[in-house]
């Protein structure tokens, strides 16, 4: 039997990814914004009840943070911030100001996502919806720590895309982890916008970061929960 190297198969499946996320930009782009905001409110209903089990498992997986704590900053980008998020001005609406002039928010492209080992899943609930929100096609990347953690929420995302009619083919997950094919996925010129939220993610030489926004994330600047008793 002949064995493929899991870095072939890691970037093979990262082709097929951007190949659909690709594509699926201009179907973003005529979507109607009562279907987006229809995904994103079943979002947070289908997914609250099971933010419990979602950080159980994260910290089965990684050994990382506590459950208790995980699971109240899911529900909160399930809630909080998804309210918020719904309340922006949707992408490609003219909004004309007293003195004449008019702006206009368009989507940036395909996104590529590199999830954290601590913190993964409201990281990744918190940059999907904001991807669904802007008509952005997203494809994430989840280390071995986390990675079939990231998975299981991925198929119960897939799920409700499917279910309100959104298109699968913006929601991407590598579900072959291997550093090869991060580096290739994020170098490719049809991404736009790359967010590294690694320990590690110091070092833009990974990858080739000409003509893409890229922004580096790591522990920082997560909303805090102070009991009242403090």
Request: aromatic share 6%; glycine share 4%.
């Amino acid at each position: 039997m002949s064995l493929i190297d899991n870095d072939l198969l890691s970037i093979q499946e990262a082709r097929i990814l951007l190949e659909h996320a690709a594509e699926s930009v201009e179907v973003l782009e005529g979507l109607p914004a009562a279907l987006v905001d229809d995904f994103l409110c079943h979002l947070g209903e289908r997914l609250v009840p099971m933010v419990g089990e979602y950080a159980q498992e994260a910290y089965a997986e990684s050994d990382y943070c506590s459950p208790e704590d995980e699971a109240t900053l899911t529900r909160w980008v399930l809630t909080d911030l998804l309210d918020d998020v719904r309340a922006q001005t949707p992408v490609q609406r003219i909004i004309r100001s007293r003195n004449g002039s008019a702006e206009v928010c368009l989507p940036k492209g395909v996104v590529v996502s590199l999830l954290p080992d601590w913190l993964s899943v409201p990281t990744m609930l918190s940059q999907l919806v904001m991807a669904v929100r802007s008509k952005s096609p997203v494809v994430f990347s989840a280390s071995a720590r986390v990675h079939e953690t990231c998975a299981m929420v991925m198929g119960d995302l897939l799920k409700i895309a499917e279910f309100c009619h959104y298109p699968t083919e913006a929601l991407g997950y590598l579900s072959i982890f291997c550093p090869e094919g991060e580096e290739w996925v994020c170098s490719q010129p049809c991404v736009r916008v790359v967010i590294d939220s690694r320990e590690d993610g110091s070092d833009p030489r990974r990858f080739d970061a000409a003509g893409k926004d890229v922004y580096f994330a790591t522990l920082g600047n997560n909303p805090v929960f102070v009991e009242s008793t403090a």
